[in-house]
Structures are given as structure tokens and as C-alpha cells.
């Protein structure tokens, strides 16, 4: 399609309002802002470690360890501060959590306050931008509990704690070799890349649907003395290919980018898996609910895929923490709903076969 003939985010959001008149010019206004803290946020990473990208931004101090215990890079801090410079002053939202911030933010009182709530990972993968891979923001808007919008109170952290399923919109902004916007606003899944010389996001991919089979799944072999008996179940029958019970081949790929591993799944197919294990039995998992199980969730459901902790649909978890874990199998349908089945059969608790036996990814 010509230059000239395609829509603009601006314009797709303002047909969505059309079509759908529930969606809010409010909501839209919101959109588009996160939009231009991901645009500003693109720029600073396109210029790597020559670092003239930060010359013109305030840059804060590194804050060592964020509320995960993670060593915070100088760019997660500067991409949460553009995130919340962008927002806090808009009038949509009563209120902010992010994945760098301990407590919810809240807004300035000096600015009006709105009807939504913004959660955000400003920049998942940072640990990759040494190595020149691909990374991204992911956010999710939520609706503000009422008493929160009728009394103008400080958010809190309960009022964050809201099922995947009642996300307003979600989505991420992929910053690769094209920076890309990939948004649902509960009416399928659109993608949208920019282009820097008329400085807009134009939609490139309408309608992203992801394939309900595949073969291709991702996940990090170097947890598998680890991993429960289902997800063993399912990745060595993956590894056996045409001579096991699945009787077909498959490829395996691991970016440890999460948007980047979201991507190639909406693009092509495929299935994520960050399940639950027991290298750490305090924990339920790596991945952050609210910050990114949760948006990536709603983006793959929207697009026809599924997402899921293998015991329980992804988007039905309660949330009982800002910064809870929890374990993550997304993708193709097909193939989440079979790992789902492995959970549920209680043949699997004796599946007892190593992923690195005889029949091994290293022999013949």
C-alpha cells in the first residue's frame, strides 16, 4: 500500500472510536501519549553505546537494585522517567506502577487526574542492548476502581491488583532493526511501524492473528533439571520430532527478550514457555504478572493465541502483589492447550524421561 494510503496510529484509533463506541476519545489520548514516550524511548536505544542519544534528556542516577533485586542500567532508569514525564501530566490517569518503581507513583497535584491506570516495564531486555538485540516497553491501562476516580485519592497497591481479563488496552513497542507499536484495544491486535521520516507510526499489520499451530517452541534449556514433569513431557516430545509421539519436527528458539520472543510468536507461530520451576521454590515463577504476563497475555488472547501458568488461563490470576511472579506458557493454541492437558494428566507426574537421554539433542 502506498506511503500516502495508510493509516496513522492516530487514525486507527480515531476509526476504533468510530466502530466501537465504547472506546473513549480519553482512552485514544492515552495511547497516543504512551506512544511518544516509546518514540522518544527508540531514539536513545537506536544510538547504543555511542551515547549521543542521552545528550539531550535529564539523565537520572542509576538507582543500583530495582524492587526485584535487579541491577538497574542507566537506560531502564531514564526509560521509566520518560514513561511517567509523558504521562503524569495528562489528565487520563489517576495513577502509575512500573517495574522500576517500588510503590505505585502517583500524580502531581498539580496536574488533573483520570479514569485510568497505567502499568508499564519501560525497557524489557535492557541486559540485551550490550549485545545489540532487540528490546521493548510493554504497558497495560487499566480502569481506576470508582472511588478512586469519584474521590480523587492516592492510588494504592490494591487498586492495581485486577485480573489480566479486565485490561482496558495493552501492547509494546518492539525497538529493532524498525521500531514497531504492536496495540489492542479489546478489538483484535494491530501493528504499527514507524517511520522516521514522517515521524508517525503507520499500521503495516491489520488484524495480526496467530497461527493455532506450529513447530516452533522457545524456552530456556538450561533450566531443564528444573522444570516440572509436564513441561519435560512436552519438550522432549518436541526434541523426539518425526519419531515420537508428535510425529513432526521442531525448531527451537530462545532470544531471552521477551518482546522479542512475543514478536516472532504474533508474526509466525510458535510457543513461549517460562513455566514454573523448582530452582527456587519461594517463587512461582520469573516473569512479572501485572508488568508483563499480563499485557503480553491479553495481546496474544486478542490475536487468537492463548496464554496461560499451565495450571489456570493467564488472564483469570488474581494478582496479589505490584510486583508478583508467575510462570508463562504462551502462544499457539494448539499447542498451549496440549501443555495445559500435560498439567492436568496425572500420568505426567511419572513422566521420568531426562530431556538429555539416549535419544538426546547431542546424538545421532
Same mark, same amino acid.
Do not use: E, T
Given at each position: 500500500m502506498p506511503l500516502s494510503q495508510r493509516w496513522t496510529l492516530t487514525r486507527y484509533l480515531i476509526e476504533q472510536r468510530r466502530r466501537f463506541p465504547q472506546a473513549s476519545g480519553d482512552l485514544n489520548a492515552l495511547v497516543l501519549d504512551i506512544s511518544i514516550a516509546c518514540k522518544a524511548i527508540s531514539r536513545i536505544v537506536s544510538f547504543g553505546n555511542i551515547g549521543d542519544g542521552l545528550a539531550a534528556v535529564p539523565q537520572p542516577e542509576a538507582g543500583g537494585l530495582n524492587v526485584q533485586g535487579e541491577v538497574q542500567k542507566r537506560l531502564d532508569v531514564l526509560s521509566n522517567d520518560i514513561f511517567v514525564r509523558m504521562n503524569e501530566w495528562n489528565g487520563h490517569l489517576a495513577g502509575m506502577a512500573s517495574e522500576e518503581m517500588d510503590d505505585p507513583k502517583q500524580i502531581p497535584a498539580s496536574y488533573s487526574r483520570g479514569?485510568?491506570?497505567?502499568?508499564?516495564?519501560? =525497557?524489557d531486555g535492557s541486559s !540485551?542492548?550490550?549485545? !545489540?538485540?532487540?528490546?521493548?516497553?510493554?504497558?497495560?491501562? =487499566?480502569?481506576a476502581p470508582q472511588d478512586v476516580v469519584d474521590s480523587g485519592r492516592d492510588c494504592v497497591e490494591a487498586?492495581?491488583?485486577?485480573?489480566?481479563?479486565t485490561q482496558v488496552a495493552a501492547g509494546y513497542a518492539l525497538y529493532g532493526p524498525a521500531t514497531m507499536l504492536v496495540l489492542s484495544v479489546g478489538n483484535g491486535v494491530a501493528g504499527f511501524t514507524l517511520n522516521p521520516n514522517l515521524g508517525e507510526f503507520v499500521l503495516t499489520h491489520p488484524n495480526i492473528l496467530v497461527p493455532a499451530d506450529t513447530q516452533e517452541f522457545a524456552i530456556n534449556s538450561s533450566n531443564s533439571r528444573f522444570w516440572e514433569p509436564p513441561v519435560k513431557r512436552y519438550v522432549d516430545e518436541c526434541l523426539a520430532g518425526k519419531t515420537g509421539a508428535r510425529g513432526k519436527d521442531f525448531n527451537m528458539r530462545w532470544i531471552a527478550s521477551m518482546v522479542a520472543e512475543?514478536?516472532?510468536i504474533l508474526m509466525r507461530g510458535g510457543v513461549f514457555l517460562y513455566p514454573r520451576d523448582t530452582k527456587d521454590a519461594s517463587k512461582n515463577g520469573r516473569l512479572r504478572l501485572l508488568y508483563e504476563a499480563n499485557p503480553i497475555g491479553f495481546v496474544m488472547e486478542q490475536a487468537g493465541g492463548r496464554a496461560s501458568t499451565g495450571r489456570q488461563p493467564m488472564l483469570s490470576v488474581r494478582p496479589s502483589a505490584l510486583h508478583q511472579r508467575i510462570g508463562l506458557i504462551f502462544g499457539s493454541k494448539n499447542e498451549v492447550e496440549r501443555i495445559e492437558r500435560y498439567h492436568q494428566d496425572p500420568a505426567t507426574r511419572d513422566h521420568g524421561t531426562p530431556l538429555f537421554a539416549e535419544r538426546s539433542l547431542f546424538r545421532d
Open positions: 479514569k485510568y491506570l497505567l502499568v508499564f516495564d519501560p =525497557l !540485551n542492548i550490550d549485545v !545489540n538485540v532487540s528490546v521493548g516497553s510493554i504497558f497495560s491501562i =487499566l480502569r487498586d492495581f491488583l485486577q485480573p489480566g481479563a512475543a514478536h516472532r
